[in-house]
Structures are given as structure tokens and as C-alpha cells.
């Protein structure tokens, strides 16, 4: 007769843990070894850049993982590197309109101009953009780009009142005007407005800056409320904002894909346009790796992540990038104008003289212009 | 007691306090101190640099926007405080006086709930409910009535508040009343006393130091916090907290943001330790 085997309750649970760990062991040791083995890339960007519809391809196919920190608002990323030891950051994608202060401060690394496709920019204003060049050299590259202007709900505003800025003075809104909570874009849309666009709404004397502050005080009764990018998205999804001053399409672009009636344009007074450009931190020790990032954001394969990125989309800056968006979603090239001819193409519209690099005040401290706007928003 | 047992028993009380001495003193005296010496840095380059320079207190004690925001913040505490002590109090005397004390504890259990869950995510929730196409103004829709704007308003501040602190204060009432000696509530009921005039002029003193720290907790927490008027208020006007936000945000001005967490702490301060010695003031003993 067989002897039954001895097999008491605490023995089974002894065995079956070791069994157990025995059989997991190659896979814990395997992912180990993965994660180990892949280089970490710190990322300081906006929300969204570091996210897997932008990253998880170049990180399989390179052995790399991105660290991304995210801010909000140019300002906000100086600070960050600013309180950082030099070479915490790889690779900081900066508004452009900052790459000049980050060059003064020695934070970023020069580039080598031969490495990136500026002839096959789709436009050449790009390809030397203000402050990405010093003393003959290139210190940032532009990757894409927006634009800013009139943001509504079609059922509140109709298309030929979203084409000035005045529509935002419209009685039935009155309380239902949002702002997206940072003084650069709604002050610079209020200056145009003003009639400010030569040189540029951020370059005015004191008497024009005492009229935009004027007028943006002037607007204050019909504001709904002051958002961050999460409530702004709330707010006119859900219809407590019929309108909203400081952002375009890179948020509506993302709510019309989920359905809701809202649009962006740039009015007849101009529109302001944000501008995102990689560069590569001072000290760091993956500036080959960044740099092949920097080179794949500027393909065409890149080019289609970043015109459709799930965080907010952005325009195209390569001829390249705009005919892979058109084969990957020509819905998505047609609703955005990057297509030949289109009435709202960027980079006509731009040729035409209706868009302003959004810029920090020229002729105002910065200090100057963020006091106004705690003084309006206390109004 | 020769003094060399007295000094033992002092390392003795010592060890057991010291814990709670260098907790203190690692969170709350230490980053306290760097946050007054904080305000007196000064920002170049976007960069604080050490200073001892009265630039940024002159700057926020000139600006009216920071006076604007420090009474109304001020205003918006003392509602909240108001408003949540009234609606807990029905609440904290029903489970102490009314239920078992089975269904007192699962009660209890049931307001501690919702702190296990973030208090952004509660108060992204109300978007749901008192947006203008929301569940609110649906079912006030069906009898005819509204839309009402509830989100974006002092309304919508103040229900956010309320997420924050009722279910704390109707705890704290709850164990307040709840240790109420209940032979001084007969007494009184045998004495002739109405219902009304127990609650006021027996209970309500009884409780007094309860019912104080909860009405202390919970203007420290709408005081400072920085979720409800930012996101159901449409930081409109900004609060200090919002003002703290908005200051760092923009110009990385750090030491004048100091000076607002300054003169907000100073403020709970001189408001708790009001509160505290009315709670305890002789009158709470007879």
C-alpha cells in the first residue's frame, strides 16, 4: 500500500512559496536587468511630453526611460532649473520665448545646426527664431508651435463674433468669460485688442500699457472665473464657460475630438502664437541620446505624435511632418489648416502678419504685468 | 524627594517628550523660522538670493490686491466656520444623544469615510453635481426653477469647504457631546427647564471646549486651503492660499509668498489661541 504523502498545511504553503518565488525569479530578475540597463532621461517640460504617445516608441526602440517633470508657464521652468545642480535636467523643452534667458544663464548646451532639418521647415521665420541663435549659434530648436486667439462654445458665439476679440464684451456672456490663469496670453490679447501688434503686443510704451490695462479691467465684469489647465478644460466642457481668453486650439482641439461644440480662431485683431523648442541641458551626460531625441521629435514619425498628442495638440514645423499627419488623419490636418490653401493654414495666417510670437514684456518688467493681473483678478 | 531622584525623574518625563519636541521642532519651528527668514530674500534671476532686506513685506503690506485677499479669505473662513458649526451641531446631537451607541460608531465610521479618498477627487465631483447642466439644476429644472450658476461663486467656495470640514466637525461635536454628563441634562429637565434652554445653558457649555475645536479646526483648514476657491470658486477673487500659488508661479517670487504664509500663520495663531483661551476661559468650568 501506498503511503499517503505528508503533506500538512504548513509544509504546502512553505513549498508552494518557494515554488512559487523559484518560478517568478527569472521574471523579476529579467525586468531588473531591463530597467537596470535603460538609460533615464530627466525631462523637464510642459504636461504631456514625457506621457507614452510621445515617448514609449523612442524609449523601446533606444533602451531609454524618460523622467519627465512637468511646469507650468515659462517663468516656472526657469525657476525649476534655477533651484536644480547643473545637469539635473537631459533635456528641457522650454517656451521659446525663454530660450534667450536660459542661454544667458548658461543652462543649455549648443547644438549643431547640421543635425536638425531646418530646410524642410514650412516656414523660414522658423528656422532662425528669436533668442534660438547667439553670436552665429544655435542653442534651441523649435519642434511645434500654436496658436491663440478666440475660444468659444458655438452654441453661445457665432463663428463671425468669434472673429474679434470683442466678442468676449458680449452681454449674454456676461460671467461665462473664462481665462486661462497666466497673464502673458490674455494681457498680449488684450493689447492687440488695443490695436498693439507692431512691433508686437508685448513691446509697448507706458501710455499703451496703461490702455490694455484699462481695457482688460473693463473686462473683468464679465469674467466667470480664472483656471488652470484641468479647470479650464472642465469649465467648457461642461458649459460654465462659454468662452475663454489665453488659450486656443491646444485645448478645444482636445475637447472637439471628444465631441464638445467648442472652436478656437484667430480673430481680425491677430492672434498670438506659443512656441515649443527643445534643447539639451548644460552638463549633461546624454546629450548624444537627447539630441537623437530632439532629431526623432523632427521627423515625420515625431512630427505626427506631436501634432495629435493626447495632452494638446500642436502644429507641424516641418513640411515632412505635415505630409505624414495628412496620410496618418487628414480629418485631424484639415481641422487644424495644415494643408495647402486652407483659409486657416498656420503658416499663412502667420505670412499675413495676424500672428505675434507670444513674447515677456519689453518695455514692462514682468513683475510689472503679474502685479496688474493679481489686481485684476481681485477686482 | 532628595533631588537626585527628582532629577532622574526629569530625564524620565524628558525621554517620553522628546519625541514630540524634535517633531515640533523638525516640522513646524525649523520650517517656520526659514520661512520668516525666507521673506526677507530677495529674487534675481529668477533665483533667491540670502538678503535681510524689508523690500517684499513694504511691497505686499502697499498692494491692495493682498489686502483684498486677506480679508476676504478672512470673510470666507469665518462663513465656513459658521456654516459648517450650525449644520454639524443638529447632526453631532442626534448621535449623541438620540442613536445607540452601535449606530453611533458606524456612523462615525461612515463620516471618516471620505477621508480615505483625495480631497481633490471630492471636490472635482461637485462639477458633476452643481454645474448649470448638472444634477442640481436637473432636478430643480423638472419643478420649473433655475438654472442656478453655482460653480465659479462664493456658493461654490463654500460647498467645497464644506467637503473639507463637516464630517470633522460633526466628529468632534459628536465626542464633545457625547461626554456631556448626562445627570446634569436631567437635572436641569427635572428642574423644568425646556428643551431649548437645556441645549443653550446646559449642554452647549457643557461642550463648550468641543465644540470650540472644532469650530477652531475647521477655520484653520478653509483658512488655508487652497482646492475649493481655486477650483469651485474660480479663484474669483483669489483667496491667500490662491495669492501664495500666484505669486510663486509667476516671477518665482518665493519671498513675497513667504510674507502671505506669514501673516496667515500669525492670523490662526492669534485666531486659535483666542479660540483656545475661550474655551478654557472660567466660565467653561461652572
Partial sequence: MTQAPDLSRRKFIKSSTIATGALAMPMIMTTRKAQAEATEINMLAWYGHGEPDMVEAFEAANNVKFKPKY???????????????????????????????????????????????????????????PGHWKDG?????????????????????????????????KPELAGKVGHFDWHLPSLGMMSLYNGNNSPSPFDIGGDAWDAVQKTTMELRPQVGGFFDYGGTFNSLKNGEMM?????????????EKDGAPVASVVPKEGGIQWTESYCIGKGSSKAEIVNKFIQYMLSPEGQVRSAQMAAYPGFCVTNGGMAALQQDNMGEAERTGQIAGASNNPVTLIKEGRIHYRDIPRQQSLEDWNDFWSEYKNA | M???????????????????????????????????????????????????????????????????????????????????????????????????????????????IPFFTSYLVRTFSWYVILAESGVVNNILGVIGLGPYTMLNTRFGTLVGYMTLTLPLVVILQTFSLANVDKNLIEAAQN????????????????????????????????????????????????????????????????????????????????????????????????
Fill in chain 1, 71 to 129: 511646469f507650468a508657464g515659462g517663468d516656472n521652468m526657469l525657476a525649476l532649473i534655477a533651484q536644480s545642480p547643473p545637469g539635473t535636467y537631459d533635456i528641457i523643452l522650454s517656451d521659446a520665448e525663454f530660450v534667450q534667458q536660459l542661454n544667458a544663464a548658461d543652462y543649455i548646451e549648443e547644438l549643431n545646426p547640421d543635425d536638425y532639418p531646418f530646410d524642410d521647415f514650412t516656414y523660414e521665420g522658423f528656422t532662425e527664431f
Fill in chain 1, 243 to 255: 468662452a475663454m481668453c489665453g488659450i486656443g486650439d491646444w485645448i478645444t482641439g482636445v475637447l
Fill in chain 2, 191 to 286: 428642574l423644568g427647564a425646556s428643551r431649548v434652554k437645556v441645549i443653550l445653558q446646559v449642554i452647549i457649555p457643557s461642550a463648550k471646549v468641543g465644540l470650540i475645536i472644532g469650530a477652531v479646526f475647521c477655520f484653520i483648514l478653509s483658512f488655508g486651503d487652497f482646492v475649493a476657491p481655486y477650483y469651485l470658486g474660480g479663484s474669483k477673487p483669489p483667496t491667500l492660499p490662491i495669492l501664495i500659488i500666484d505669486t510663486t508661479k509667476s516671477g518665482q517670487q518665493w519671498p513675497r509668498a513667504a510674507v502671505v504664509a506669514v501673516m496667515m500663520m500669525v492670523t490662526l495663531m492669534i485666531v486659535a489661541f483666542t479660540a483656545i483661551k475661550l474655551a478654557y476661559s472660567r466660565k467653561a468650568y461652572r
Fill in chain 2, 2 to 112: 532628595p533631588s537626585s531622584d527628582k532629577k532622574r525623574l526629569d530625564y524620565y518625563a524628558l525621554t517620553w517628550r522628546l519625541p514630540v519636541i524634535v517633531w515640533q521642532v523638525l516640522f513646524f519651528v525649523g520650517p517656520l523660522v526659514f520661512m520668516i527668514a525666507m521673506s526677507f530674500f530677495l529674487v534675481k534671476n529668477y533665483r533667491m538670493t540670502e538678503a535681510f532686506e524689508m523690500k517684499n513685506w513694504v511691497k505686499m503690506f502697499g498692494k491692495d490686491y493682498f489686502w483684498d485677499s486677506y480679508f476676504l479669505t478672512l470673510l470666507l473662513a469665518s462663513m465656513s466656520t459658521i456654516v459648517a458649526t450650525c449644520l454639524a451641531f443638529p447632526a453631532a446631537y442626534g448621535l449623541a444623544f438620540k442613536v445607540s451607541g452601535n449606530v453611533r460608531r458606524w456612523i462615525v465610521f461612515l463620516l471618516i
Fill in chain 1, 137 to 169: 549659434k544655435l542653442y534651441s530648436t523649435m519642434v511645434r508651435y500654436g496658436h491663440l486667439g478666440v475660444s468659444y462654445n458655438k452654441n453661445a458665439v457665432t463663428a463671425e463674433e468669434a472673429s474679434s476679440y470683442k466678442c468676449f464684451w
